[in-house]
């Protein structure tokens, strides 16, 4: 659209020219067009209205939401199915505000869109005009890319950049805020700067390298697994990732949006296994799937902490995001899985492996649940399952489903399937509420344009629809056949029977009513209201109907209402027993207090309890568990048990031992007893974390664990007095009938658990026990052995004890059987051959059993040796790096063998060990100030400047010293270097040398302390902040620095000392004759200005801004004014000049009589211009600095 041309005046000869001229919302939505957007979706208002009116005329589709949030939804969803960014159009101020929740929704989702918002006309900036807002710097927070159009020439230019960054990789948002003045004025298309479209994003390839690396890690893995994301699904990488995964037959899983890039019925799908798949799996790879909350960020217990990650993305932020992946392979999806499937053509993976026979079964186990909860009959009313079975049943396979709401979602995602890419639109990566109608709306103008066939199922819950219901007028105004299903159950994540809730409702409902609560309404009357056809649905038979009808319907929206179990949920049965029967009960309750406790009682009942002051008031005798005195009786019980586990076995094996000291280990067995039954005590009296804190009341710890499972099933099984069966005389002290002490080895191994993380030697103590383990084995062995040769008869044949051995001591029979067992576990197998049957199956179950020990034995120490070693080879690593850079750059013998020198001195002294990185571990932010504080405080106060500080302001500081380290001859710093930071010496010596390094003056120690008058920026200071010597190190030295940044950061907290610090500095200048007093007292308010926290700096420089605008502001009126009398002036001029135009005419050669006005008018001007700077320059400056 253009104006019509305009004729300029051309003086006497007439002459004209056309020009083309556009006004600024015209040029806007043509930079829009070139660049391919489509669609736009917005809320008009003045003045970007304009701009939707001339998307229209240049054939771009334009559609008009209910509010700026679904808005800006539709957009970004637009952008996810085309690829194209989508543009939301929003007006000033509270109209972006609005689209602020789409812009982080689609920056978060990666999902390319623009933002243009219009915003105050520039003359106004800063005016306090209508709704104006700090809007570019608001919209950073939330896209790639944003700016305020400047003027309209460039307009293009920011489209086309705007755009491109939306575009390329990674995908996100861009905003553009464009001034009312700019939309609604013009500009000549000549004075235009012309922008090409931009160019399409590059697609890199992997290197041959990464490829290798890939399928090593693949043919390497046991139970792989790919993970296929949104970013596939984005990429239009589906056909490729078909065929890779096809080609190396993998197991697969999606992630919610990447469903349907593979069909979600593919036989290799193992979405409904998901917790196995991802817990099991030794090699996972990532296509386009990120590891956030959605995955657990890789991390135990849902992922195996061995697992190998293979991340294929083309945002380098993902890559080793959480975890560190086994291979990161950045490019394009597309283009890698084709590389993929194209290298290696002979391999693939067995289905008959043990991995798949263990998701198959998983697979069928999950299929029988939710068959099981389809049909379940514990309610007439329908369950999210069986409604979504229904569904699921009836719609098109291609359609495309739009899904959100807690329960409507997560479980839809199981239930409702998809065999497309880009099929599922849900709340996504930012958990996002609200976005379903407004990504309905834009899937249907899609399919409207590229796939009129395919229908769109808008699949809500009744608490995510209120969010923007009313976007169902957008869908019917545009004549878009959407169909809404709400799934309703009367609340948020579970609703309150309609019953109980008119009841509750009667009096002081905000006091009676659970917050998930809401109406169980008829929503489907609000299609009535805009000429649509809404349904009802109860039953089975009703949803399949409902959705029969809806779908015959081609031109309309439709609503579906769902009437589902208000208590229904993931598992309804047990849900529903929690919630739904206490608060029908309830509501009878007349007082509303326990009413209202009943109520919050019965539904944290299977949660964490609520907090409650008297759980953690100390009543009695309670243990920590983190205390020694629970460690040392750990070791005490730890005792009874291995007393048990070993003497109940020999008792039993060698009778003799039984029988010589049978008052010994009757006495024993009831000490030990009593061990157990004290240890009873002991656990209902031990406390534990809830809601971070400690529970002391011993009432709850004891009601906790007398009606836990493991006190019945563990604690008291291991003590019942069996020993009762003494009493029947085949049975006289037979000890085997205590083995149900062995159910206590609990308590063992939480000792070793504990022991292991309190040990300074925990390899050591590692090694103890895997060398007590196999001695256990071996002993147990040992038992067996003995009693396999009773079973068979002594002397029977060469493998069993001869008849000699009856008359052996008992000491000498177990040391042989002992020595036997070790031979046969070891697996040296120098024993007699079995002849029997028994004895075969026992030497096979003992061979077998010594070939796990020795495996075990291996592997571990080989992780302790490997743990141990990770350091030294961190070290070596790192060296060869250094070695083949410095081959690579052709360094001098002298120069690497200092470096190699200095890394053989870090790995020797101080084993790579990385304080900050320590300091900053998962300590609580207390423990690395205590920990600091014990390291460093004694360092610090022997700073001469801090020694009358206050103690607060050293704990403070000693928080911010950096450890740094020098080798022989390393200058620390040299004279006239800028002093940036005050060392302090842990270790090693230093000299203070001449310019030419050759001369020393005096040697540094261990504690000293230097450099910290050059920055405290002393005024008057002779050297300013320059260094004043060259300090060098002799030896390696181990240095702390204080930053001048970290020292004045903390001080400003601290003013008084301050300038005690700023008063001992200028003392020292003093005695040294470097303190020019003439100067100090001339930068005085330096001084001042240091002595400011930063609070009171601000404020003055606020109070100097508001007076230097005062002064603009009165110099501007000022030349306003000027302007005004210049116009007044000139249209006087002209006037006069009209008058005498016709004797100007007749004698050219006579100068016009308004001659002489033109100087006398300028030199008007002059005058009342220079009186105005004279005004200017007269106002008070106010508190600003001169210099």
């Given at each position: 659209?253009?104006?019509?041309?305009?004729?300029?005046?051309?003086?006497?000869?007439?002459?004209?020219?056309?020009?083309?001229?556009?006004?600024?919302?015209?040029l806007?939505?043509?930079?829009?067009k070139?660049?391919?957007?489509?669609?736009?979706?917005?809320?008009?208002?003045i003045?970007?209205?304009?701009?939707?009116?001339?998307?229209?005329?240049?054939?771009?589709?334009y559609?008009?939401?209910?509010?700026?949030?679904?808005?800006?939804?539709?957009?970004?969803?637009?952008g996810?199915?085309t690829?194209?960014?989508?543009?939301?159009?929003?007006?000033?101020?509270?109209?972006?505000i609005?689209?602020?929740?789409g812009?982080?929704?689609s920056?978060v989702?990666?999902?390319?869109?623009?933002?243009?918002a219009?915003?105050?006309?520039?003359?106004?900036?800063?005016?306090?005009?209508?709704?104006?807002?700090?809007?570019?710097?608001?919209?950073?927070?939330?896209?790639?890319?944003?700016?305020?159009?400047?003027?309209?020439?460039?307009?293009?230019?920011f489209?086309?950049?705007?755009?491109?960054?939306?575009?390329?990789?990674?995908?996100?948002?861009?905003y553009?805020?464009?001034?009312?003045?700019?939309?609604?004025?013009?500009i000549?298309?000549?004075?235009?700067?012309?922008?090409?479209?931009?160019?399409?994003?590059?697609?890199?390839?992997?290197?041959?390298?990464?490829?290798?690396?890939?399928?090593?890690?693949?043919k390497?893995?046991q139970?792989?697994?790919?993970?296929?994301?949104k970013?596939?699904?984005y990429?239009?990488?589906?056909q490729e990732?078909?065929?890779?995964?096809?080609?190396?037959?993998l197991?697969?899983?999606?992630?919610?949006?990447?469903?349907?890039?593979?069909?979600?019925?593919?036989?290799?799908?193992?979405?409904?296994a998901?917790?196995?798949?991802?817990?099991?799996?030794?090699?996972?790879?990532?296509?386009?799937a990120?590891?956030?909350?959605?995955?657990?960020?890789?991390k135990?217990?849902r992922?195996?902490?061995?697992?190998?990650?293979?991340?294929i993305?083309?945002?380098?932020?993902e890559?080793?995001?959480?975890?560190?992946?086994?291979?990161?392979?950045?490019?394009?999806?597309?283009?890698?899985?084709k590389?993929?499937?194209?290298?290696?053509?002979?391999?693939?993976?067995?289905?008959?492996?043990?991995?798949?026979?263990?998701?198959?079964k998983?697979?069928?186990?999950?299929?029988?649940?939710?068959?099981?909860?389809?049909?379940s009959?514990e309610?007439?009313m329908?369950?999210?399952?069986?409604?979504?079975n229904?569904?699921?049943?009836?719609?098109?396979k291609?359609?495309?489903i739009?899904?959100?709401?807690?329960?409507?979602?997560?479980?839809?995602?199981?239930?409702?399937l998809?065999?497309?890419?880009?099929?599922?639109?849900?709340?996504?990566?930012?958990?996002?509420?609200?976005?379903?109608?407004?990504?309905?709306?834009?899937?249907?103008?899609?399919?409207q344009?590229?796939e009129?066939?395919?229908?769109?199922?808008?699949?809500?819950?009744d608490?995510?629809?209120?969010?923007?219901?009313?976007?169902?007028?957008?869908?019917?105004?545009?004549n878009?056949p959407i169909?809404?299903?709400?799934?309703?159950?009367?609340?948020?994540?579970?609703?309150v029977?309609p019953?109980?809730?008119?009841?509750?409702?009667?009096?002081?409902?905000?006091?009676?009513?659970?917050?998930?609560?809401?109406?169980?309404?008829?929503y489907?009357?609000i299609?009535?209201?805009?000429?649509?056809?809404?349904?009802?649905?109860?039953?089975?038979?009703?949803?399949?109907?409902?959705?029969?009808?809806?779908?015959?319907?081609?031109?309309?929206?439709?609503?579906?209402?769902?009437?589902i179990?208000?208590?229904?949920?993931?598992v309804q049965?047990?849900?529903?027993?929690?919630?739904?029967?206490p608060?029908?009960?309830?509501?009878?309750?007349?007082?509303?207090?326990?009413?209202?406790?009943?109520?919050?009682q019965?539904?944290?009942k299977?949660?964490e309890?609520?907090?409650?002051?008297?759980?953690?008031e100390?009543?009695?005798?309670v243990?920590?568990?983190?205390?020694?005195?629970?460690?040392?009786?750990?070791?005490i019980?730890?005792?009874?048990?291995i007393?048990?586990?070993?003497?109940?076995?020999?008792?039993?094996?060698?009778?003799d031992?039984?029988k010589?000291?049978?008052?010994?280990?009757?006495?024993?067995?009831?000490i030990?007893?009593?061990?157990?039954?004290?240890?009873?005590?002991?656990q209902?009296?031990?406390?534990y974390?809830?809601?971070?804190?400690?529970v002391?009341?011993?009432?709850?710890?004891?009601?906790?664990?007398?009606?836990?499972?493991?006190?019945?099933?563990?604690?008291?099984?291991?003590?019942?007095p069996?020993?009762?069966?003494y009493?029947?005389?085949?049975?006289?002290?037979?000890?085997?009938?205590?083995?149900?002490?062995?159910?206590?080895?609990?308590?063992?191994?939480?000792f070793?658990?504990?022991?292991?993380?309190?040990?300074?030697?925990?390899?050591?103590?590692?090694?103890?026990?895997?060398?007590?383990?196999?001695?256990?084995?071996?002993?147990?062995?040992?038992?067996?052995?003995?009693?396999?040769?009773?079973?068979?008869?002594?002397g029977?044949?060469?493998?069993?004890?001869?008849?000699?051995?009856?008359?052996?001591?008992v000491?000498?029979?177990?040391t042989y059987?002992f020595?036997w067992s070790?031979?046969?576990?070891?697996?040296?197998?120098?024993?007699p051959?079995?002849?029997?049957?028994?004895e075969?199956?026992f030497?096979?179950?003992?061979?077998?059993?010594?070939?796990?020990?020795?495996a075990?034995?291996?592997?571990?120490?080989?992780?302790?040796?490997?743990?141990?070693?990770q350091?030294?080879?961190?070290?070596?690593?790192?060296?060869?790096?250094?070695?083949?850079?410095?081959?690579?750059?052709?360094?001098?013998?002298k120069?690497?063998?200092?470096?190699?020198?200095?890394?053989?001195?870090?790995?020797?002294?101080?084993?790579?060990?990385?304080?900050?990185?320590?300091?900053?571990?998962?300590?609580?932010?207390?423990l690395?100030?205590?920990?600091?504080?014990?390291?460093?405080?004694?360092?610090?106060?022997?700073?001469?400047?801090?020694?009358?500080?206050?103690?607060?302001?050293?704990?403070?500081?000693?928080?911010?010293?950096?450890?740094?380290?020098?080798?022989?001859d390393?200058y620390?710093c040299?004279?006239?270097?800028?002093?940036?930071?005050?060392?302090?010496?842990?270790?090693?010596?230093?000299?203070?040398v001449?310019?030419?390094?050759?001369?020393?003056?005096?040697?540094?120690?261990e504690?000293?302390?230097?450099?910290e008058?050059?920055?405290?920026?002393?005024?008057g200071?002779k050297?300013?902040?320059?260094?004043?010597?060259?300090?060098?190190?002799?030896?390696?030295?181990?240095?702390?620095?204080?930053?001048?940044?970290?020292l004045?950061?903390?001080?400003?907290?601290y003013?008084?000392?301050?300038?005690?610090?700023?008063?001992?500095?200028?003392?020292?200048?003093r005695?040294?004759?470097?303190?020019?007093?003439?100067?100090?007292?001339?930068?005085?308010?330096?001084?001042?200005?240091?002595?400011?926290?930063?609070?009171?700096?601000?404020?003055?420089?606020?109070?100097?801004?508001?007076?230097?605008?005062?002064?603009?502001?009165i110099?501007?009126d000022?030349?306003?004014?000027?302007?005004?009398?210049?116009?007044?002036?000139?249209?006087?001029?002209?006037?006069?000049?009209?008058?005498?135009?016709?004797?100007?005419?007749?004698?050219?050669?006579?100068?016009?009589a308004?001659a002489?006005?033109?100087?006398?008018?300028?030199?008007?001007?002059?005058?009342?211009?220079?009186?105005?700077?004279?005004?200017?320059?007269?106002?008070?400056?106010?508190?600003?600095?001169?210099?």
């Amino acid at each position: 659209m253009t104006s019509a041309p305009k004729t300029s005046a051309g003086g006497a000869s007439g002459t004209s020219s056309e020009d083309t001229e556009v006004t600024g919302a015209q040029l806007i939505a043509d930079a829009l067009k070139k660049q391919g957007v489509e669609y736009i979706f917005g809320v008009v208002g003045i003045p970007i209205i304009e701009i939707a009116f001339a998307a229209q005329q240049a054939q771009i589709k334009y559609i008009g939401m209910r509010n700026e949030q679904a808005a800006s939804y539709a957009a970004s969803a637009i952008g996810y199915l085309t690829g194209k960014p989508g543009v939301c159009l929003t007006v000033s101020g509270p109209g972006l505000i609005h689209a602020l929740g789409g812009m982080a929704n689609s920056q978060v989702n990666k999902w390319p869109m623009l933002v243009i918002a219009g915003s105050s006309d520039q003359p106004q900036e800063s005016m306090g005009a209508f709704q104006e807002f700090p809007q570019v710097e608001s919209a950073r927070l939330y896209s790639k890319y944003a700016a305020r159009i400047s003027s309209l020439d460039r307009a293009p230019f920011f489209v086309e950049k705007a755009i491109r960054s939306t575009v390329y990789s990674p995908a996100g948002v861009s905003y553009l805020d464009i001034p009312g003045d700019l939309v609604n004025g013009s500009i000549n298309t000549s004075q235009v700067e012309q922008v090409k479209k931009y160019l399409e994003p590059p697609r890199p390839a992997a290197s041959s390298e990464s490829l290798q690396q890939f399928f090593s890690l693949l043919k390497q893995s046991q139970k792989p697994l790919v993970i296929v994301g949104k970013g596939c699904s984005y990429g239009v990488a589906e056909q490729e990732a078909k065929q890779f995964i096809e080609q190396y037959n993998l197991p697969f899983l999606a992630t919610p949006m990447g469903k349907g890039t593979l069909d979600d019925r593919h036989p290799l799908a193992v979405g409904a296994a998901r917790s196995t798949a991802l817990q099991e799996a030794d090699c996972i790879i990532l296509l386009g799937a990120r590891l956030n909350w959605m995955l657990h960020f890789g991390k135990s217990p849902r992922f195996d902490q061995n697992v190998k990650i293979i991340q294929i993305d083309n945002d380098t932020n993902e890559l080793h995001n959480n975890i560190q992946s086994a291979l990161a392979i950045q490019a394009d999806l597309k283009t890698v899985l084709k590389q993929l499937y194209e290298k290696e053509t002979s391999w693939k993976y067995s289905t008959s492996t043990q991995w798949w026979s263990l998701l198959k079964k998983k697979l069928s186990a999950n299929k029988q649940r939710s068959e099981a909860l389809i049909n379940s009959k514990e309610s007439s009313m329908l369950n999210y399952y069986s409604a979504f079975n229904a569904i699921q049943a009836i719609i098109p396979k291609d359609a495309i489903i739009v899904s959100e709401g807690a329960n409507t979602m997560d479980i839809g995602r199981t239930m409702l399937l998809n065999s497309k890419a880009r099929h599922r639109l849900d709340a996504g990566t930012f958990g996002t509420m609200g976005v379903g109608p407004g990504f309905a709306v834009a899937a249907a103008i899609y399919c409207q344009d590229h796939e009129p066939n395919k229908r769109v199922i808008c699949v809500e819950g009744d608490s995510a629809f209120g969010f923007s219901g009313m976007e169902f007028e957008t869908a019917a105004r545009y004549n878009l056949p959407i169909i809404f299903i709400i799934i309703n159950n009367g609340g948020i994540y579970a609703g309150v029977d309609p019953e109980a809730f008119q009841d509750m409702a009667k009096n002081n409902a905000a006091l009676s009513l659970p917050p998930t609560s809401l109406m169980q309404a008829n929503y489907e009357r609000i299609a009535g209201a805009f000429g649509c056809q809404g349904y009802l649905a109860r039953s089975l038979e009703e949803v399949k109907k409902s959705v029969e009808s809806a779908l015959a319907e081609k031109t309309r929206p439709s609503i579906i209402n769902v009437f589902i179990e208000p208590s229904s949920g993931r598992v309804q049965q047990k849900f529903r027993k929690r919630i739904f029967h206490p608060i029908t009960s309830c509501c009878t309750t007349k007082n509303k207090d326990e009413q209202q406790t009943n109520l919050l009682q019965e539904h944290n009942k299977n949660t964490e309890a609520p907090i409650r002051n008297e759980d953690f008031e100390a009543t009695g005798f309670v243990i920590d568990p983190q205390n020694y005195i629970y460690h040392y009786w750990l070791g005490i019980i730890s005792l009874a048990v291995i007393y048990n586990f070993l003497l109940i076995p020999a008792r039993y094996s060698f009778k003799d031992m039984d029988k010589q000291l049978k008052i010994l280990w009757i006495s024993l067995d009831y000490i030990f007893d009593s061990v157990y039954l004290i240890d009873i005590f002991i656990q209902s009296r031990t406390g534990y974390f809830s809601h971070g804190l400690f529970v002391r009341n011993h009432h709850v710890l004891s009601r906790k664990y007398f009606t836990s499972r493991e006190f019945y099933f563990r604690d008291l099984l291991s003590i019942i007095p069996t020993d009762l069966i003494y009493l029947i005389p085949s049975f006289r002290f037979v000890s085997i009938i205590r083995c149900n002490r062995f159910l206590r080895i609990n308590r063992l191994l939480e000792f070793q658990e504990l022991t292991e993380s309190r040990t300074r030697f925990p390899n050591a103590f590692r090694i103890w026990c895997l060398v007590c383990l196999t001695l256990t084995l071996i002993h147990w062995n040992c038992c067996a052995y003995v009693l396999t040769c009773q079973y068979l008869g002594f002397g029977t044949d060469r493998w069993v004890l001869p008849n000699s051995a009856k008359n052996e001591t008992v000491l000498m029979l177990y040391t042989y059987c002992f020595y036997w067992s070790t031979l046969l576990l070891s697996t040296i197998g120098d024993v007699p051959l079995p002849t029997k049957r028994p004895e075969y199956v026992f030497v096979l179950f003992d061979y077998m059993i010594g070939i796990l020990i020795f495996a075990t034995i291996i592997g571990s120490l080989g992780t302790m040796i490997s743990s141990q070693n990770q350091s030294r080879q961190q070290v070596r690593e790192k060296m060869d790096e250094i070695k083949r850079y410095m081959k690579f750059r052709a360094v001098n013998r002298k120069l690497e063998s200092k470096v190699i020198k200095w890394l053989d001195y870090l790995y020797t002294n101080r084993q790579v060990l990385n304080e900050e990185m320590v300091l900053n571990s998962d300590l609580s932010g207390e423990l690395r100030k205590d920990l600091a504080i014990k390291v460093h405080l004694e360092s610090l106060q022997q700073v001469k400047l801090f020694n009358d500080c206050e103690p607060n302001l050293l704990v403070e500081l000693v928080t911010k010293l950096k450890p740094i380290f020098y080798g022989p001859d390393d200058y620390v710093c040299q004279k006239g270097d800028i002093g940036k930071e005050m060392y302090i010496i842990k270790r090693g010596q230093l000299a203070v040398v001449s310019d030419d390094g050759k001369t020393t003056f005096v040697v540094l120690k261990e504690g000293s302390v230097f450099g910290e008058i050059s920055i405290l920026n002393i005024p008057g200071s002779k050297n300013g902040n320059r260094r004043t010597a060259n300090v060098k190190s002799l030896g390696y030295s181990d240095l702390y620095t204080l930053r001048k940044e970290d020292l004045w950061l903390v001080l400003d907290n601290y003013p008084e000392s301050l300038s005690k610090i700023l008063e001992k500095g200028k003392s020292i200048l003093r005695k040294d004759n470097l303190l020019d007093e003439t100067l100090m007292d001339s930068k005085r308010h330096v001084e001042q200005e240091q002595l400011l926290s930063v609070q009171n700096r601000i404020k003055k420089l606020l109070d100097t801004e508001k007076s230097l605008n005062n002064r603009i502001t009165i110099f501007f009126d000022a030349y306003i004014e000027s302007i005004r009398k210049f116009k007044k002036q000139l249209s006087g001029m002209e006037y006069h000049y009209e008058a005498r135009k016709p004797s100007v005419t007749a004698t050219p050669l006579t100068p016009p009589a308004s001659a002489p006005v033109v100087p006398f008018f300028l030199n008007q001007w002059k005058a009342h211009t220079a009186a105005n700077l004279l005004r200017f320059k007269s106002m008070p400056s106010g508190q600003i600095d001169e210099d």
